[in-house]
């Protein structure tokens, strides 16, 4: 399945043309994302594979750093942009779509092939309820900062500032839990070690193609103004819907592909895994970020987002809770990330 994304390769040169001969922003910006999505992959791949050779604790440590390194890419040039919402629109879409596209569509097609597929209901049990956590770490300085900026306008970016932290501390812990039950650096391990490439193969690889997604963001950031109108979409509907989904397509097909082969425990672990390296990490690193840059950007997610963060939370906790997963939950998840699509695109935002 790789080889048929890498040839998307072919839209970069055409991004870095288009930026130096003025052509129209629209097509940058498709060029661009379609470019990212090949080396979103190559650069997860290079990252697994470089895993490998460090052994099953340090590679779980790699997996959770780099996981989502184009994500946050991409994040940080719209913040750098001001375009703020945006950013904060594509920490709740890529939350979303692994709990929902990612995990319903490896629950569908693993239960469709295998039937009732079995997972360490520890492991899974633990992040369903590290998920509900972040939601509430997510939602907490957005209910309250509207009522501390009537008396103290800093306390916002404070509040902020604070919960990052402790999120990223939980998130620290939460990865060092994970190496004591033993359960998803392991697995990833036997995943790639049958085709492992050499350390330097591996390094060289990961520099690459991180240099070429920042050069990639770069052009896709500086060209969605011009795309949301020409395209008449919202600015909140590419944030949430379509930046997540060009990030995470390599990542998404390691689950879809994890699941097919009756893995579904290494699939569990990546859908919901990443989501809590989004909000847990990403989210708190990115407000940090945010303050070097001089853009500050606070925890504070509209009323749309969060009630979707809820749903979509408590749907996929109910569904990895018991260890056992079928083809209807899959569907079901589905359904629901197909209903806040269609609403996010009529949303006028």
């Excluded at 930026?19 to 498709?30: K, R």
């Excluded at 998130?171 to 650096?185: C, D, K, R």
Aim: proline share 3%.
């Amino acid at each position: 399945m790789s080889k048929y994304i890498n040839i998307l390769l072919i839209f970069a040169p055409v991004a870095i043309l288009g930026q130096f001969l003025g052509w129209s922003p629209t097509l940058m910006f498709v060029s661009a994302a379609l470019a990212v999505i090949p080396l979103a992959g190559i650069m997860g791949r290079a990252t697994e594979e470089l895993a490998v050779h460090t052994g099953p604790r340090l590679s779980g440590f790699l997996n959770a750093t780099l996981g989502n390194a184009a994500e946050l890419i991409i994040t940080i040039f719209a913040i750098k942009e001001g375009l703020l919402e945006l950013a904060k629109a594509s920490i709740v879409g890529s939350i979303l779509g692994n709990l929902l596209l990612v995990l319903g569509l490896s629950v569908l097609v693993g239960g469709i092939r295998h039937g009732a597929q079995k997972f360490d209901r520890t492991q899974a049990s633990v992040n369903a309820t590290m998920l509900i956590l972040a939601i509430i770490a997510l939602g907490i300085p957005s209910l309250f900062s509207q009522s501390i900026d009537q008396v103290n306008h800093a306390g916002v970016e404070y509040l902020s500032l604070g919960t990052a932290a402790v999120m990223i501390l939980i998130y620290i812990l939460s990865v060092l839990f994970s190496f004591q039950l033993g359960g998803e650096p392991e697995q990833a391990h036997e995943l790639h070690a049958e085709t492992s490439w050499s350390v330097r193969k591996a390094v060289l690889f990961l520099i690459v193609s991180t240099g070429f997604i920042v050069w990639m963001s770069e052009i896709l950031v500086g060209s969605v103004e011009h795309t949301v109108r020409a395209l008449g979409l919202s600015e909140f509907f590419v944030g949430i819907i379509i930046v997540p989904l060009i990030g995470n397509v390599a990542e998404h097909l390691v689950a879809v592909q994890a699941a097919l082969k009756n893995r579904m425990e290494l699939s569990m672990s990546i859908s919901l895994g990443s989501s809590l390296q989004i909000a847990l990490f990403v989210a708190p690193v990115l407000v940090f970020l945010s303050l070097l840059i001089g853009n500050p950007l606070t925890l504070e997610f509209n009323q749309f987002e969060l009630i979707a963060l809820v749903g979509a939370a408590l749907i996929a906790a109910s569904a990895a809770r018991d260890g056992e997963s079928n083809w209807l939950e899959g569907a079901m998840l589905l359904v629901v990330y197909v209903i806040l699509g269609m609403a996010f695109f009529f949303l006028p935002m």
